[in-house]
């Protein structure tokens, strides 16, 4: 569905549909993604509100609601052209439409992961597995990618207003389908109990603890709090929102440029299958990365292998486009590794039953960093050109690797030689300077 209502091609779609330049078309994504990192943590919370006057159905009904309405908007697009054609008028109407997508998807990002972890652990499953649920997730993507870019090719970006509606019939198929698969395995494995139902005063502690007094029904101020609990905690947010910027022109704006080098749209989707074939072993190997590496470990990576790539792309000649699948698969390394570390550490803190919240609270500041880097990165493609601005922000990156690495050196949560099926133990720290910031630090556990 991301992909078949717009996914990596709604900057060319922008720019062939509604007939924006760059600076536009960064404006209009920036605008969007902005939005939705405002509205992100308070879907999320309402997300979860529902999910406990309504369990098995609360969340399942927002991600619906926030896909049927970022459709209805995509398709307005259509509208928008033949009603208005292209003027002035055309272009604050297409720009309205983003909005009402934003708000759509703050519906969508924050409820996926939300939903994921909490089928987890009526399952039984450990939050590390996270990567190996997301791995349909990535093959969908892929899949997608590549079947959409020849309908394009032949038929025009108007093909995306056939894909878009069916897409989603079918992710509403499958929506009902996981609402009542959810319902029977909480019944028959007895997991879920009135008392679980309404979380009071119950907080996960993991491998990353922020010292923050959970109240009975916390709010998003006080989840606020928990996120920005330790000074690592803040610095590895600085990097993420510094890492977002990044991969917010790449995931956005890539396809403008594989075009300028001389891309087809059945080159750009088979990019995507290039980096889907490295994510789904990375998130395959989620639990054994996260045991080697931890969280911050694999955020510093995540952040390696993105400034790599960037750079790399500056270097490719004119006309030889295929150049980039060499380049891809570290889209792959950026995208899992920062996936996986970004949902564990949300999940290590988050209060029990207000996962959508607290990823919701993720979500926007990785908005904010979306915002931030398209705001800025459609003026200076057009201003400095394709490859400085890539440049550009390879430098961004790799100052919210240097915040990151600062940081940990004073406290690090990487766990080493941890067995597979071994629980990991937890001991509390000394004050550090004022006495008022507590790190919870992992104890090495040998094998």
Not at 110 to 137: C, F
Not at 171 to 190: C, N, P, Q
Not at 199 to 223: F, Q
């Amino acid at each position: 569905w991301l992909v078949f209502s717009g996914g990596r091609f709604t900057a060319p779609f922008l720019e062939e549909v509604a007939g924006f330049d760059d600076t536009l078309t960064g404006l209009a994504l920036a605008i969007q993604f902005g939005l939705a990192s405002l509205l992100n943590p308070v879907m999320g919370y309402r997300a979860d509100q529902l999910e406990m006057k309504h369990p098995h159905r609360g969340r399942c009904f927002a991600l619906a609601f926030g896909m049927t309405l970022a459709t209805a908007a995509f398709m307005m697009h259509g509208v928008v052209c033949r009603v208005l054609g292209q003027g002035t008028m055309a272009v604050f109407a297409h720009m309205f439409l983003r909005v009402v997508i934003s708000v759509g998807w703050a519906s969508v990002m924050p409820v996926l992961d939300g939903l994921t972890l909490a089928y987890m652990e009526e399952k039984g499953l450990g939050r590390s597995e996270y990567g190996k649920e997301r791995v349909y997730g990535v093959l969908g993507w892929g899949v997608a990618s590549l079947i959409l870019g020849p309908f394009i090719d032949r038929f025009g970006f108007p093909v995306m207003f056939w894909f878009a509606p069916l897409s989603l019939l079918w992710s509403i198929i499958t929506i009902v389908v996981f609402s009542k698969e959810s319902a029977r395995i909480a019944h028959a494995t007895h997991q879920i109990s009135v008392s679980e139902a309404t979380p009071l005063n119950t907080s996960r502690k993991g491998a990353i603890d922020s010292g923050v007094e959970i109240e009975e029904k916390p709010s998003l101020c006080s989840l606020l709090g928990i996120l920005f609990g330790s000074s690592l905690a803040a610095g590895y947010i600085v990097s993420s929102i510094a890492l977002s910027m990044g991969t917010s022109i790449v995931n956005n704006l890539i396809f403008l440029f594989f075009r300028e080098l001389g891309g087809s749209n059945t080159v750009c989707g088979l990019t995507v299958v290039v980096t889907v074939l490295f994510e789904v072993p990375i998130f395959q190997m989620a639990p054994q990365l996260l045991r080697r590496f931890g969280v911050v470990g694999l955020q510093k990576l995540a952040c390696l292998a993105y400034i790599s790539r960037v750079v790399g792309y500056t270097f490719i000649p004119q006309h030889k486009v295929l150049l980039v699948l060499l380049l891809e698969p570290l889209h792959g390394v950026t995208y899992a590794f920062a996936k996986t570390s970004g949902v564990e550490f949300v999940a290590e803190l988050a209060p029990k039953g207000y996962d959508a919240s607290c990823q919701g609270l993720l979500v926007f500041f990785l908005g904010v960093g979306s915002f931030l880097g398209l705001s800025l990165g459609g003026w200076a493609q057009d201003a400095l050109g394709a490859k400085s601005m890539y440049r550009l922000y390879a430098g961004v990156v790799a100052l919210g690797l240097f915040v990151l690495m600062i940081v940990s050196r004073r406290r690090d949560f990487v766990v080493k030689k941890v067995p597979e099926h071994e629980d990991v133990k937890l001991e509390h720290d000394k004050n550090i300077d004022s006495g008022s910031e507590r790190i919870a630090s992992l104890v090495e556990v040998e094998c």
